[in-house]
Nanobody
Framework: QVQLVESGGGLVQAGGSLRLSCAASVPTFINYAMGWFRQAPGKDREFVSAISQSGGATYYTDSVKGRFTISRDNAKNMVFLQMNSLKPEDTAVYYC???????????????WGQGTQVTVSS
């Protein structure tokens, strides 16, 4: 049974920062590529970032490159998304996701968290 629990969302002014965390309850965390998606009101869910099992490879959608940083702590079964220079268009529900034996380059997760709301005010 895979369980993903996000935390760290909230309300922040444009230009501010937030750090999202995802706690993963999985048998062998290092077997999983991890990532983040987001869904804004009225829009489809979109890929934000992914990280390989070792953490050595990371990928970002163009709109967050240079502002967001994904990382993981394999000893604690955690993945993080540091979000800096936030913009109102970053407002969305952010979902943690996992793919067993997956690739961060072609990230197709089969497991999802319930999401955490991020709201960026202008």
């Amino acid at each position: 049974q895979v369980q993903l629990v996000e935390s760290g969302g909230g309300l922040v002014q444009a230009g501010g920062s937030l750090r999202l965390s995802c706690a993963a309850s999985v048998p062998t965390f290092i077997n999983y590529a991890m990532g983040w998606f987001r869904q804004a009101p009225g829009k489809d869910r979109e890929f934000v970032s992914a990280i390989s099992q070792s953490g050595g490879a990371t990928y970002y959608t163009d709109s967050v490159k240079g502002r967001f940083t994904i990382s993981r702590d394999n000893a604690k079964n955690m993945v993080f998304l540091q979000m800096n220079s936030l913009k109102p268009e970053d407002t969305a529900v952010y979902y943690c996701a996992a793919e067993k034996f997956g690739s961060a380059t072609i990230f197709n997760p089969g497991y999802w968290g319930q999401g955490t709301q991020v709201t960026v005010s202008s």
